[in-house]
């Protein structure tokens, strides 16, 4: 079911199964994506999530919070597993280069992709890519973070996505243009809700993208590594 994969031709962006995102197509039942859901902020200060940030920080684990239009993201990077996906990751947040991006490719039930546009869908300057990290033994399930990239299995710079639900299919599976997969460096520890709703906005065409983009913005506000 997985063995045709569509690029975009540009750069930076995630490979995905032809038969997939037709099946998703096919099978998506239309969500209600309330107007003024997207233009409210979701406070994320409750107990719950300091803990969770406080217990990812004792394992070892750096934390972004990554400030958006919906609310606050908080992934737990693992520096251990896929060291220089974290260290490109963490350079990024550090520049300040995620403030101001958006989430610019968005499918229910599946994932959601940003880290390289800016708000007129242009692809902003990065660094070079780095090595992919796949084959650390983590795997792409439910709201984990993974690094997008072309057909290179070594061409991963700035954009990332958050897997909305459990893509084992795009896991590592050998060392081979087709096997090496994508690679997990972290996961959220909160926002797991409103990742989801990401994932239900209404979608359509934008700037050079044919379809998946967000009618309305979702605004990486600020990423910031917590201390």
Do not use: C
């Amino acid at each position: 079911m997985h063995n045709r994969l569509l690029s975009r031709g540009f750069h930076g962006v995630t490979l995905f199964s032809v038969t997939f995102l037709a099946a998703l197509l096919l099978q998506a039942t239309p969500v209600v994506f309330a107007q003024d859901a997207a233009e409210s902020v979701v406070t994320v200060t409750d107990e719950a999530t300091a803990r969770a940030v406080n217990q990812a920080q004792d394992a070892g684990h750096p934390v972004v919070a990554l400030q958006t239009n919906l609310g606050t993201l908080h992934l737990a990077l693992f520096p251990e597993e896929a060291p220089k996906s974290v260290e490109n990751f963490l350079a990024y947040v550090k520049d300040g280069f995620y403030n101001g991006t958006v989430f610019h490719r968005v499918i229910e039930g599946f994932m959601i992709q940003g880290g390289g546009m800016d708000l007129r869908l242009e692809a902003k300057d990065t660094r070079d890519p780095v090595i992919n990290e796949a084959d650390n033994g983590l795997l792409n399930e439910q709201f984990t973070l993974a690094m997008a990239r072309t057909g290179d299995p070594h061409s991963a710079t700035s954009q990332f996505f958050i897997n909305t639900a459990n893509n084992g299919f795009l896991d590592h599976k050998g060392k081979t243009p087709t096997g090496w997969g994508y690679a997990v460096i972290g996961k959220l520890v909160s926002g797991m809700r409103i990742a989801e709703w990401m994932s239900k906005a209404p979608t359509g065409p934008a700037g050079p993208f044919p379809s998946d983009v967000p009618v309305t913005p979702l605004i990486i506000e600020k990423a910031q590594l917590l201390q």
